[in-house]
């Protein structure tokens, strides 16, 4: 079902760059605010916090198995 929704340019401008910071179409933005409550301050803050780690990945910069293991062993009960 599509569905036409009148934004201001603003909003609109923010949900494009959301998306695009993101990678994924406006309507996916607009979506997972409806229909999972994560509002556009939500995934600002989310997309801020996580693209940093994926940059890194993609540079190749990843934990070895030993910092694995003893990060993991860190958290294990006795």
């Known amino acids: 079902m599509d569905t036409h929704l009148d934004i201001s340019p ?5 949900v494009q ?8 179409a406006e309507t996916d ?8 409550g994560h509002s556009l301050d939500w995934q600002e803050a989310f997309i801020d916090k996580v693209n940093p780690g994926l940059a890194d990945a993609e540079q ?3 934990a070895s198995a ?5 990060l993991l062993n860190t958290y294990r009960s006795t």
């Open 10 to 14: 603003e909003l609109k401008e923010r």
């Open 17 to 24: 760059r959301i998306a695009a910071k993101a990678r994924r």
């Open 29 to 36: 933005v607009v979506a997972d605010a409806l229909e999972r």
């Open 60 to 62: 190749g910069a990843f």
């Open 66 to 70: 030993g910092e694995m293991m003893r």
